[in-house]
Structure formats: structure tokens, C-alpha cells
């Protein structure tokens, strides 16, 4: 590493640290080069300095360890899982293209449409379209999103999702969420799912937020949307009953709890 380069890192620390991320546009603007300067810089870094989602982050920073564990995920509220993306289908309707998210909430919708429905699924996680592919389900289209692979959440990302998701018609979007919070809104572990997430939202005719009980008055590290973005919030247990009568008289989304 050469004195400029530890000039720039250090540099670089200190924003991160004042500020918990710094993009990584940002961090080369600051700096007075390119990105693919910083790239370097902060692989010589021993590891101190990582890239998560288009972002710099300090690798001690636990708020941005790798906690999201897809496996360790699937059996969390199985249960509240399931009702609620029974919930969802039962909002499905012949002719629909439907947006769904990646992670594991919204994995039993996978397997509750009607084999004979006519519909389109449009996806950037992998999981899903897997489970979608194994349908016997003559008159679904499946339109996978592709782009740079992220095996945490076993989704893609990239601006070629982003613009895809924008050039089609959805009526639809199922939204998941790793944190729901009253005042701070929805957000998620990683942050290469924001703009997929944004997009579809702001394009699609519905919106609804699907999150079990375990993720209320959650904050991840990736915001992606308020709550008055989405029409229903779809939740539930006693945390969601309580929420829905916490949030009646707002403007949020109208809260549903199964």
C-alpha cells in the first residue's frame, strides 16, 4: 500500500465512521477518484474496510455483520409464514402479473396459486423461481430478473433488474421486509435489494408489505420505503393487532393481521 492509498483509507474511515456507510460514488468523490481506485484501496485494507450492497462499511460494524441466514430463516414463523401468503393468494387474480420479493416469507405463496390460473411471476430471487419452475402450472409465465448473484440471499441485483422492472406492467407487488418500523418504515439486511424493491413499488397498481409478527418495530441497515407507500401491510399475531389499532388514525398502510 502506498502513502496516498493509506491517505485515502484513512480518509474513508472516518467518513464511515461518522456516518455507519458511505456509498461508494461518495467515497470516490471524496477522495478525488475513481471507483475502481477505491475498490483497491479497500481490498489492501486487511479486510477493515468491505463493500456491502454499492456501500462501504466497517467489517467490525456489527449492525452489518452477515446475519441474514436464508436456511436459518425458512423456519422462523413458519406457521405466520404460511397464512400469511394465504392471505396474498387469495388477492390473486386471473390475468395478473404479480411482482415477489426474495427471502423466505413469501416461499408458501410459491405453492398456493391454482394450477389452472393464468398469470404472470416476475422475480429477481432465485428461490422463487425455482419453486415457481417446479409448478405444474400450464399458463404461468415466469419472468426471472438476472444479474449479479448474491448467494445471502439467493437473489440478483444490478441495474439491469432495476430496469426490468420498470419496463413491465405489474399489478401486483409482494414486498418482504427484514424490519418494519412505525416511524422509519421498511427495510431490509442487504442493500443491493433496495432499488429492486423501490422500483417494483413505485410501479406497481398494489402494493402490499408482507411481514410476520418478528419483524415489527424492527430497523435493518438497507431503508427501502415508508409505510404510506404500500396500501396493505400484512401482518400478524398479537404484535400486529396491536399495531393495527396503533396505526388506525395514521396515514400508513391499512394494517391486516391473519
Not at 427471502?103 to 430471487?125: D, H, K, Q, S, W
Request: net charge neutral; with cysteine.
Amino acid at each position: 500500500m502506498n502513502g496516498r492509498s493509506a491517505v485515502r483509507l484513512e480518509r474513508l474511515r472516518e467518513a464511515i465512521r461518522r456516518n455507519g456507510t458511505l456509498p461508494l460514488a461518495e467515497a470516490a468523490a471524496l477522495c478525488n477518484v475513481s471507483e475502481m481506485t477505491v475498490r483497491r484501496d479497500i481490498a489492501a485494507s486487511n479486510g477493515a474496510i468491505v463493500s456491502f450492497g454499492g456501500h462501504l462499511v466497517m467489517a467490525d460494524n456489527p449492525q452489518f455483520a452477515a446475519a441474514y441466514n436464508l436456511d436459518a430463516q425458512r423456519d422462523r414463523y413458519a406457521k405466520a409464514k404460511q397464512r400469511l401468503c394465504e392471505a396474498v393468494a387469495s388477492r390473486i387474480e386471473d390475468g395478473d402479473t404479480v411482482f415477489v420479493d426474495c427471502g423466505t416469507t413469501l416461499m408458501p405463496f410459491c405453492t398456493l396459486l391454482p394450477r389452472e390460473m393464468n398469470v404472470t411471476i416476475v422475480t429477481y430471487a432465485l428461490n422463487v423461481a425455482n419453486a415457481f419452475s417446479q409448478r405444474d402450472m400450464p399458463n404461468m409465465r415466469l419472468v426471472v430478473l438476472g444479474g449479479l448473484y448474491y448467494a445471502a440471499s439467493d437473489s440478483f441485483g444490478g441495474q439491469d433488474v432495476t430496469t426490468a422492472i420498470r419496463r413491465l406492467g405489474i399489478n401486483k407487488a409482494l414486498i418482504s421486509a427484514a424490519g418494519v418500523h412505525a416511524e422509519k418504515g421498511a427495510s431490509c439486511f442487504h442493500f443491493h435489494e433496495v432499488a429492486p424493491k423501490q422500483a417494483a413499488i413505485e410501479h406497481a397498481e398494489r402494493r402490499i408489505l408482507v411481514a410476520d409478527e418478528s419483524k415489527l418495530d424492527v430497523m435493518r441497515a438497507a431503508f427501502f420505503a415508508e409505510l404510506p407507500d404500500f396500501d396493505t401491510l400484512l401482518t400478524s399475531g398479537d404484535p400486529g393487532r396491536a399495531w393495527r389499532d396503533r396505526l388506525k388514525e395514521s396515514d400508513a398502510a391499512k394494517v391486516e393481521v391473519v
